[in-house]
């Protein structure tokens, strides 16, 4: 098994657990994105995790795919789908960000929530991502900037954890290297924004170019 997938395995159930840090910035990212989806879009959320957000967005759109590269992550989002009022438009699927498990669509809306920031080649998951958008279609993410942040300090430390198997593979990206990157893909961007502000987690929506 890949180790990321290991890694986040070990962590799923804890994850599941911890409230969200910054509930305001959550609610906010959630509600814009709400105000992008198309009401009949078909949806894929990459790195979905425990699901909370494509069940969160359920309501606003026709059907979301969320896949993620952890069994242990997808098998408690499917749990989710067993309680009595969940929405019956949700499904969740085992699936790495940047290979052939990724379901092809194209889809009317691909997301991205605080998962690019730990991709091992952030271009090849933006091309994964981009092909599975369909022209004109939409790019929704939130992605930590750790560059833009006293937060680059912790470069070591995190090596460090990393190899003690105490934290994942991180990137350290600037907003404007990741929405430079985002562009090359063939995405015009439409909306940016931090939320939180401190470390930046960049909220971006972009549209595909046909
Ligand atoms: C920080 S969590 C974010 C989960 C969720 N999107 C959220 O905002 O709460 C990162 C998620 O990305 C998943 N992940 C990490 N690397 C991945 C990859 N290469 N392909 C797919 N999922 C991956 C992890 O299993 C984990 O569920």
Not at 93 to 106: C, T
Not at 135 to 149: A, E, N, R
Not at 180 to 189: L, N, Q, S, T, Y
């Amino acid at each position: 098994m890949n180790s990321d997938a290991k890694f986040w395995d070990r962590a799923a159930e804890k994850y599941a657990r911890s409230p969200i840090k910054d509930i305001k910035s959550y609610e906010y990212t959630l509600e814009r994105t709400r105000s992008f989806l198309p009401p009949h879009a078909d949806v894929l959320e990459a790195g979905c995790g425990t699901g909370t957000t494509a069940l969160r967005l359920a309501g606003s759109t026709a059907h979301i795919l969320g896949t993620d590269i952890s069994a242990a992550m997808i098998a408690i989002a499917r749990r989710k789908l067993l309680e009595p009022d969940a929405p019956v438009n949700v499904t969740f699927e085992v699936a790495a960000l940047d290979d052939e498990s990724l379901p092809e669509g194209p889809f009317d809306a691909v997301m991205a929530f605080n998962i690019l920031h730990l991709s091992r080649n952030l271009d090849a998951a933006l091309a994964a991502l981009a092909r599975r958008v369909r022209p004109g279609g939409l790019f929704i993410s939130k992605t930590v900037c750790l560059s833009d942040s006293p937060y680059r300090l912790l470069r070591p430390v995190l090596g460090l954890m990393k190899l003690a198997g105490k934290a994942p593979h991180v990137l350290f990206l600037s907003r404007k290297d990741l929405e430079d990157r985002v562009k090359a893909h063939g995405f015009e961007i439409l909306e940016t924004g931090d939320f939180p502000a401190s470390p930046p987690c960049h909220f971006i929506v972009a549209r595909r170019m046909p």
